[in-house]
């Protein structure tokens, strides 16, 4: 089993941060790639984070209402691969 780290990446040029709305997937939940994990709220806009690959959502790091920078892990997926 391999440990992919999800990282808030960059939508836009200038972006520096997000906030996490909510998660639409709990730690233990099976996702695939693609899969939409949690809403992000940016500067003009909210955007869905999608997986980043399959497996089990291991670990969320960073919790609804906290501000990340961009790069920075947000959650861990166990992965099969």
Known sequence: MAEVEVR???WGM???DGTIVEWLKAEGDTVEVG?????VELAKANEML???AAGTLLKIVAEPGETVLVREVIAIIESPS
């Open 50 to 52: 999608e997986s980043p």
């Open 8 to 10: 808030l990446p960059q």
């Open 35 to 39: 899969d939409e994990l949690a809403e």
């Open 14 to 16: 200038g972006m520096e």
